[in-house]
Each structure stands twice: as structure tokens, then as C-alpha cells.
């Protein structure tokens, strides 16, 4: 049965995301639950896709693990299933994870690796993406002669806002956004590489970190999955159009068939394009991971 929204009563709800839903834990972790809900354009559409968030979950654990040597990460050795009631174990089991309470940055560490997206529109416009200049010429899903790093401002509602350096430097100072910016070009990089070996090109992806008690950095919310990634199969990868991709940019391309003005509610999905979403998202786990759902 697909997940739309846990309904825990034993913990208070904290929050609601367009994903995932958040309860406290004490004072200082909180319990993240990854829904099957699934947005396109900054809205939530109205049919979860199933196991969804069972696969965001272990994509993303799987990449915490893999990279905390890097930067330290917001993961707990807490099991959910501990801290709910018997009843409430199966909305948390496989789709849960107890993290720290940290102070969240107000900006997201976007790196690119290839010129798609809102990159690719701003690079048509004006020869540069979020204000980096990049050699004339360079046409839809190019490889970027290296990674960039292009912030953004994190949106409570609607589109996040790319900013430019300097501007991420005014929101968190200079230090905290050249350490952002150093470690997030390390961890795309190295993530791109092993994605590399598994047949599967990283094009872009966005990390969000936090602060500690000590004003250390943290890697928090999700990392390198489907959802926060653009993967493309390496063997149907091409310049010039915008290749096939492992993310919801399925769902996308179907609803840009409608003529929805793309601001709620959203349309509904037919049964076909659920089951695709639903599969691709398995075959990214399991094509990086070398795992099952489990």
C-alpha cells in the first residue's frame, strides 16, 4: 500500500514537506518519514507512487554511509520502529530514519556537472549559469568542462531562487559558504565517479547541510537520490537533447502534455505512468546500489 501521508500519534508532528513528514524526538533528533508522494513544478500531484519513499530512504543511506567520510552526516543508530507504538512500526518500517536537530542553512548546494535544466535555460539567455561563465558553444546535456557550484535560496512555497556566490555569502557568511561550496564539489565528484562504474551519470544534484552545537557543518535531509538528482543512463546519454533519466523527469515530460497551468490542484497520473515512475526509481536503486527494495 503506498504511503500519502503517516498519521503517527504517539510523536508530535513537527512538519510537512512536499515528501516527507516530521515528528519530534525529545528535544534534539527528530523522526523523518519519506512518503510516496511525489511533486512535479513545486506541486504535490495527487497520486502517490508506491514505494517511492522506501526508495528515496535507502538511496540515501546508502550515500550517507558511502561519503561520511567526507562531512559528517545527520543520521542517528536510533531504529524508528523503536520509538513509535506496535501500530504505528509498518507506516515507518523501510521509509524512516531518527536524525539530529540541527540548524538548517537557508541555502541549497546545487553542483552541475552538465548543462540541463534551468541551467541550460540560463545558459541560452546569457552565456553563463547563475553567473559563471561558461566557453560559447556548448549545446543541451554537455559535459561542463568541471563541475559548478550554483546556490540556491531554499522556498517555503513555490520555485527556490538561484543565487549567485556572493549572495550565499551575505546569507551565511564567507567561511560557511566556501566550506558549502568546497565539500559539496567534493562529494558530486565523488559520487559521479562511482555512479560512473554502475553505467549511471550524475548531471546535477543538490545538497542541504546544517550546524551543529559547535558550528561544525552537517550533511541533513536527503542526499544524491532521485528525487534531489537528475540520473541518466550512461548508455542512451547524448549531447543535444535532454536524455532519458531515472528521476521524475518522466513525470514531467508527461504532464508538459497537459495543458496545466502547473499551480494546483495537480492532475491526475493514468495507472502507466504511476507503474514507469514507479519502476524507475527501483531501477536507480538497484542499478547504483547493487540492492533490492528491501
Avoid at 5 to 29: M, Q, T
Avoid at 86 to 100: F, N, T
Avoid at 190 to 201: C, R, V
Avoid at 276 to 288: F, G, I, M, N
Amino acid at each position: 500500500m503506498a504511503l500519502f501521508e503517516s498519521k503517527i500519534k504517539s510523536l508530535p508532528r513537527i512538519g510537512k514537506g512536499k515528501v516527507r513528514d516530521i515528528y519530534a524526538v525529545g528535544d534534539d533528533k527528530m523522526l523523518i518519514v519519506a512518503s510516496d508522494r511525489l511533486s512535479a513544478f513545486d506541486v504535490v500531484l495527487p497520486d502517490p507512487i508506491p514505494d517511492k519513499g522506501k526508495v528515496l530512504n535507502q538511496m540515501a543511506n546508502f550515500w550517507f554511509e558511502r561519503l561520511r567520510h567526507i562531512v559528517p552526516n545527520q543520521l542517528t543508530s536510533i531504529d524508528p520502529e523503536s520509538i513509535v507504538t506496535p501500530e504505528e512500526q509498518a507506516q515507518v518500517r523501510g521509509r524512516s530514519v531518527v536524525v539530529k536537530k540541527l540548524k538548517p542553512l537557508p541555502i541549497e548546494a546545487v553542483v552541475r556537472g552538465y548543462l540541463i535544466g534551468s541551467g541550460w535555460k540560463d545558459y541560452q539567455r546569457t552565456g553563463a549559469v547563475c553567473g559563471i561563465e561558461l566557453p560559447k558553444g556548448l549545446r543541451q546535456a554537455e559535459k561542463l568542462p568541471q563541475p559548478i557550484f550554483t546556490p540556491a535560496t531554499k522556498a517555503e512555497t513555490g520555485h527556490d531562487q538561484n543565487i549567485s556566490f556572493a549572495e550565499a555569502e551575505k546569507l551565511v557568511g564567507k567561511d560557511i559558504a566556501a566550506k558549502v561550496r568546497d565539500i559539496s564539489l567534493r562529494l558530486y565528484k565523488e559520487a559521479a565517479d562511482y555512479a560512473a562504474t554502475k553505467g549511471i551519470i550524475i548531471a546535477d544534484t543538490k545538497f542541504e547541510f546544517g550546524l551543529d552545537e559547535r558550528n561544525d557543518l552537517v550533511l541533513i535531509d536527503e542526499v544524491l537520490t532521485a528525487d534531489s538528482s537528475r540520473f541518466w543512463p550512461a548508455d542512451s546519454y547524448q549531447v543535444g537533447i535532454s536524455p532519458p533519466s531515472y528521476d521524475k523527469q518522466y513525470v514531467r515530460d508527461y504532464l508538459e502534455t497537459l495543458t496545466w497551468d502547473k499551480t494546483p490542484p495537480a492532475p491526475k497520473l493514468p495507472p502507466d505512468v504511476i507503474s514507469r515512475t514507479s519502476q524507475k526509481y527501483r531501477d536507480a536503486l538497484e542499478r547504483l546500489t547493487g540492492r533490492k527494495l528491501a
